[in-house]
C-alpha cells in the first residue's frame, strides 16, 4: 500500500561510530562532532518544503509520518508511524527523535532509548523518515479493496457524502483518515510487535489496528 504514497523527509546513516545526517535529497547536512545540528534540522525541514511545492506532500492539515529502518542493501523495515495535526507539529517531533537516534541529547526515557535501541541491530545502516500523502493512499486503499462494499462503516470514516462539504465535515474526514492510516500501517507491517510504534490514547489508530487484526 505505501508503494507510491511516501516521500522521504531526511534520514541517518550509521558508519561506526559516526552519524551522518542527510536531507530529502540525500545531500549531506551534518555529521557527528559537528556541532551544528540545529542549523541543519532547519535546513532540513526548508529543503523538504522547497522540493514539495506544487506537490501533494507537506501538507499543513495532518500529516502522517513513518520511520524505517534499512540494511546494507537499502531494504526497508518500518518500525513506527504517527500522526500530527500541522506539519511544524510533525517537524518539531521528527527533529527530538533525530536528537535521539545521533544520541545528542540526554534523554533517558523509555521512549528515547526505543529508539536508540533501533541502531542494535548489526543489519540496520541508516533510519529514514518518510511522509505518507493521505490523498494517495486513501484512493489506493478505495481501489485495491473491497471495504466500501465488506465494512460500510468503517469505509464511512474515509469516505464522506458529496453532499457534506462543510470545513467542519471536512476536518472531521481529514483527521479520521490520517488517523485510519495510522492505525492500518501499524497492523499491516506489525508495528505493535516488531515495531516501536503504540495506539494514541485518543482517536481511532488504535480502533483500526484492532479491526484489522481481527480480520487476520
Known amino acids: 500500500m505505501l508503494n507510491g504514497c511516501t516521500k522521504t523527509i531526511c534520514s541517518i546513516e550509521k558508519q561506526d561510530t559516526k552519524y551522518i545526517f542527510k536531507d530529502c535529497n540525500e545531500t549531506h547536512i551534518w555529521e557527528t562532532d559537528n556541532d551544528n545540528l540545529s542549523q541543519a534540522l532547519r535546513s532540513k525541514t526548508k529543503q523538504y518544503i522547497k522540493d514539495c511545492q ?3 506532500f507537506a501538507s499543513d492539515d495532518q500529516m502522517v509520518w513513518i520511520l524505517a529502518t534499512k540494511d546494507v542493501n537499502g531494504v526497508p523495515s518500518y518500525k513506527n508511524v504517527a500522526v500530527c495535526k500541522y506539519f511544524k507539529y510533525a517537524m518539531a517531533e521528527i527533529n527530538v527523535h533525530i536528537k535521539q537516534l545521533v544520541d545528542i ?5 523509555l521512549k528515547a532509548q526505543k529508539y536508540k535501541d533501533l541502531w542494535n541491530s548489526d543489519e540496520v545502516s541508516e533510519i529514514v523518515f ?3 500523502n493521505i ?7 478505495k481501489k485495491q ?3 466500501q462494499e465488506r465494512a460500510p462503516y468503517i469505509y464511512s470514516l474515509i469516505s464522506t457524502n458529496e453532499v457534506d462539504t ?4 471536512k476536518s472531521i474526514l481529514r483527521k479520521n483518515q490520517a488517523e485510519f492510516i495510522e492505525g492500518k500501517i501499524a ?3 506489525n508495528l505493535k510487535i516488531s515495531g516501536i510504534w503504540n495506539p494514541s490514547s485518543l482517536g481511532i489508530d488504535g480502533d483500526i489496528y484492532n479491526y484489522y487484526d481481527k480480520l487476520m
Open 54 to 56: 506544487d506537490t501533494v
Open 105 to 109: 541529547i540526554q534523554d533517558k526515557s
Open 130 to 132: 518518510q511522509e505518507v
Open 135 to 141: 490523498d494517495m493512499y486513501i484512493e489506493k486503499l
Open 145 to 147: 479493496t473491497d471495504l
Open 166 to 169: 462543510t470545513i467542519s465535515s
Open 187 to 189: 497492523k499491516d507491517y
